[in-house]
């Protein structure tokens, strides 16, 4: 069931700083995981990918690693822009539950001007 | 351009009426669907996946009389909340996936019971 008075963990940066994300996952079978962006009212929009055979991975302005010792996810954001601010998830898939996905609690990102 | 539609994007009802929420694919023919629900603050949450062609299959703790799920089409899933009460109100997202490594998520639909 849900959580009654869940807080969003929340990340305040500058205008130009980067900005890290974190996650923790839970399950070691996982071996695929997604960054989303999701900005007030929408649904979740793709940002960058990393499967478990990988470390790092990098996109445009962003960065995700993984650390598959201690499970654990982050998403670096450079240069971080006032439209970047808006709830960051990370997601995991492991390969014997087809496309399903299991979110992280996620993180509100403001980026103050 | 888009690559999943929602209808509709915002809904209220009252107590105790049925409310039907559509999810399409736009852009390729998806066996797969999936719904979710968010609440305030909080993240998504897997309610189902939504077979073409055969019954849904229904997460842990989530009522599917309550909940229908009817995919009818390769490009069409619809989740009728039946018998709405207010904590049912909540967003609905649903995504559709080309494959392991491609899922695209609907606009959501904001659901309010009062």
């Known amino acids: 069931g849900e959580s009654v008075g869940l807080h969003l963990p929340t990340l305040s940066v500058q205008e130009g700083d980067n900005s890290i994300i974190n996650c923790a996952y839970s399950n070691s079978a996982s071996d695929y995981f997604i960054w989303y962006k999701q900005e007030s009212g929408k649904g979740p929009q793709f940002i960058i990918d990393i499967r478990s055979n990988m470390d790092k991975r990098q996109g445009q302005r962003v960065t995700v690693l993984l650390n598959k010792t201690v499970k654990h996810l982050s998403l670096q954001i450079a240069a971080t822009q006032p439209g970047d601010s808006a709830v960051y998830f990370c997601?995991?898939?492991?390969?014997?539950?087809?496309?399903?996905?299991?979110f992280g609690e996620g993180t509100q990102l403001t980026v103050n001007p | 351009g888009a690559v999943v539609s929602q209808h509709p994007s915002r809904v209220i009802c009252k107590s105790g009426t049925s409310v039907k929420i559509e999810c399409r694919s736009l852009?390729?023919?998806?066996?797969?669907m999936f719904w979710y629900r968010q609440f305030p603050k909080q993240s998504l949450m897997l309610m189902a996946t939504?077979?073409?062609?055969?019954?849904?299959?229904?997460e842990q703790g989530v009522e599917k009389d309550k909940f229908l799920i009817n995919h009818a089409s390769l490009t069409l899933s619809t989740l009728t909340v039946t018998s709405a009460h207010p904590e049912d109100s909540s967003f609905y997202i649903c995504s559709v996936t080309a494959g392991r490594y491609e899922q695209y998520f609907g606009p959501g639909t904001r659901l309010t019971v009062t």
């Open positions: 852009d390729f023919q998806a066996t797969t």
């Open positions: 997601a995991e898939n492991r390969e014997t539950s087809g496309s399903r996905l299991t």
């Open positions: 939504s077979n073409e062609g055969s019954k849904a299959t229904y």
